[in-house]
């Protein structure tokens, strides 16, 4: 749990210059701040020599059982550079904005399949991926939404479309995995934002609150504020 709260922080830390650089903000510089979480080495690149710097996906880490090797090492630096300029270009994002190019959940699954076919770190590659998609909806104008849920949902068909975007540079199926995880995802905001503000009239309900007393004005104050103190009740 701390490390998830970790990645949650070092994302929401970022939400606003996000919203101001637009793609701009993708940078390899951007992945290690996202990667601060990470107990082990935070922000610390795999590279040749150093613990963890030869990654193997599946088969117990060994290369002759793995599904599949992600980049070299000693390319993983100039690899992620790459990938993140594909991720900043603006021009193609504002084509795809506007209806004349690749729209955004392509460039989510796209960019996604190439970050982590680099893995660029020896471990949290999966978080520091999915917490990029935010980023990206920012990036275009858009409310965020939190995908990691469904994926947790959906590990076999996540990793299913990943490998055949990733052996077979066929993007269709992750493509259309994400585009199902912002369908879910989207709905169980909704639903969720609902069963929230409903919340104030169950309490009046079952507690009976005086009118005007500082019960009463704790109900609105609590769903936007879960940690308070009597001072934010004057």
Same mark, same amino acid.
């Given at each position: 749990?701390?490390?998830?709260?970790?990645?949650?922080?070092?994302?929401?830390g970022?939400?606003?210059?996000?919203y101001?650089?637009?793609?701009s903000?993708?940078s390899?510089?951007?992945?290690?701040h996202?990667?601060?979480?990470y107990l082990?080495?935070?922000?610390?690149?795999?590279?040749?020599?150093?613990?963890g710097?030869?990654?193997?996906?599946?088969?117990?880490?060994r290369p002759?059982?793995s599904?599949?090797?992600?980049?070299?090492?000693?390319?993983v630096?100039?690899?992620l550079?790459?990938?993140?300029?594909w991720?900043?270009?603006?021009?193609l994002?504002?084509?795809?904005?506007?209806g004349?190019?690749?729209?955004?959940i392509?460039r989510?699954?796209?960019s996604h399949?190439?970050?982590?076919?680099?893995?660029?770190?020896?471990d949290?590659?999966?978080?520091?991926? *999915?917490?990029?998609?935010?980023?990206q909806?920012? %990036?275009?104008?858009?409310? $965020? @939404?939190? &995908?990691?849920g469904?994926?947790?949902?959906?590990?076999k068909?996540?990793y299913?479309?990943l490998?055949?975007?990733?052996?077979k540079?066929?993007?269709s199926?992750?493509?259309?995995?994400?585009?199902?995880a912002?369908i879910?995802s989207?709905?169980?905001?909704?639903?969720?934002?609902?069963?929230?503000?409903?919340?104030?009239?169950?309490?009046?309900e *079952?507690?009976?609150?005086?009118?005007?007393?500082? %019960?009463?004005k704790?109900? $609105? @104050?609590? &769903?936007?504020?879960?940690i308070?103190?009597?001072n934010?009740?004057?």
């Open positions: 749990m701390f490390s998830v709260r970790c990645y949650a922080h070092a994302l929401e970022i939400f606003d210059e996000a101001k650089r637009k793609e903000i993708f390899s510089d951007t992945v290690c996202l990667h601060s979480g082990g080495n935070p922000g610390e690149l795999r590279s040749p020599g150093k613990a710097a030869l990654v193997y996906i599946g088969g117990l880490s002759e059982d599904i599949y090797n992600p980049v070299p090492p000693e390319y630096e100039e690899s550079r790459k990938v993140m300029s991720y900043s270009d603006q021009d994002a504002a084509k795809g904005d506007a004349v190019g690749i729209n955004l392509s989510i699954a796209i399949a190439h970050f982590e076919a680099v893995h660029p770190f020896p949290g590659n999966g978080r520091v991926g *999915r917490a990029i998609w935010p980023l909806m920012i %990036a275009s104008g858009l409310m $965020p @939404l939190y &995908l990691s469904y994926v947790e949902k959906q590990k068909s996540y299913e479309a490998q055949f975007a990733q052996k540079l066929d993007y199926k992750i493509i259309d995995f994400i585009s199902s912002i879910s989207s709905y169980e905001m909704k639903m969720t934002k609902e069963k929230i503000l409903s919340l104030p009239a169950l309490w009046q *079952r507690g009976r609150f005086r009118k005007k007393s500082t %019960a009463e704790a109900l $609105p @104050l609590i &769903l936007k504020m879960p308070f103190t009597t934010n009740l004057r």
